[in-house]
């Protein structure tokens, strides 16, 4: 079935370094990729999208990068802040379809 | 962006009796909500997606008659947990799909509701 996988599963950088998660997805049919942080006790907050058509998009100090030959995405963070500190999903789904999310990256930002 | 309210965000119920979950659209009409479970340091895990005003559809493995799904509105779907045992003690999240436009594909998702059945 659909899969995604993230990587890396914990993540220390410091304070205004960048940070970057990859994803893989094995569903080629997927056109649409969300991200979202969950900080905790609370629920998954929308921070950045990218469809199929789009190979890259930039939002502030975020951006996702699509490869849709190699089947991955990546989230990039740069001059991070502590409160960037959560849990980060992927994810991925074809359209009017369930997400299929990774398994989370615990994100620390080190004053 | 779009709003999804969750109520409660907290309920403690005894064991054996039912809890009922909302969760709301506030400014778009959701054609499509989705009901999560999650545990603690986990990924968020599927139960059921609902589609209003028809049957909910259940991933493999969750019993659709202790977790049952209404969508009876475009802005409204319930989760109620019936005859609760601690082991349902959980994080349930809904989430919404707005049907409008090129983001008709975009999924909000509530604050989650802890639960706990003691």
């Known amino acids: 079935g659909e899969n995604v996988e993230q990587h890396p599963s914990t993540l220390s950088v410091q304070e205004g370094d960048s940070a970057v998660i990859k994803c893989t997805y094995s569903?080629?049919?997927?056109?649409?990729f969300p991200w979202y942080k969950q900080e905790l006790g609370k629920g998954p907050q929308l921070i950045i999208d990218i469809r199929s058509n789009v190979g890259e998009k930039k939002d502030q100090r975020i951006a996702v990068t699509l490869n849709k030959t190699a089947k991955h995405f990546s989230l990039h963070i740069t001059e991070t802040q502590p409160e960037d500190s959560a849990v980060y999903f992927c994810?991925?789904?074809?359209?009017?379809?369930?997400?299929?999310f990774g398994s989370g990256t615990r994100l620390l930002v080190r004053p | 962006g779009a709003v999804v309210s969750q109520h409660p965000s907290w309920v403690i119920c005894k064991s054996g009796t039912s809890v009922k979950i909302e969760c709301r659209s506030l400014d778009f009409q959701a054609t499509t909500m989705f009901w999560y479970r999650q545990f603690p340091k986990q990924s968020l895990m599927l139960m059921a997606t609902?589609?209003?005003?028809?049957?909910?559809?259940?991933e493999q493995g969750v019993e659709k008659d202790k977790f049952l799904i209404n969508h009876a509105s475009l802005t409204l779907s319930t989760l109620t947990v019936t005859s609760a045992h601690p082991e349902d003690s959980s994080f349930y999240i809904c989430?919404?799909?707005?049907?409008?436009?090129?983001?008709?594909?975009?999924?909000?998702f509530g604050e989650g509701s802890w639960l706990t059945v003691v």
């Open positions: 569903d080629s049919a997927s056109n649409y």
């Open positions: 609902s589609n209003e005003g028809s049957k909910a559809t259940y």
């Open positions: 994810a991925a789904s074809r359209r009017s379809y369930k997400l299929i």
């Open positions: 989430s919404a799909r707005g049907g409008w436009g090129s983001s008709g594909n975009t999924i909000y």
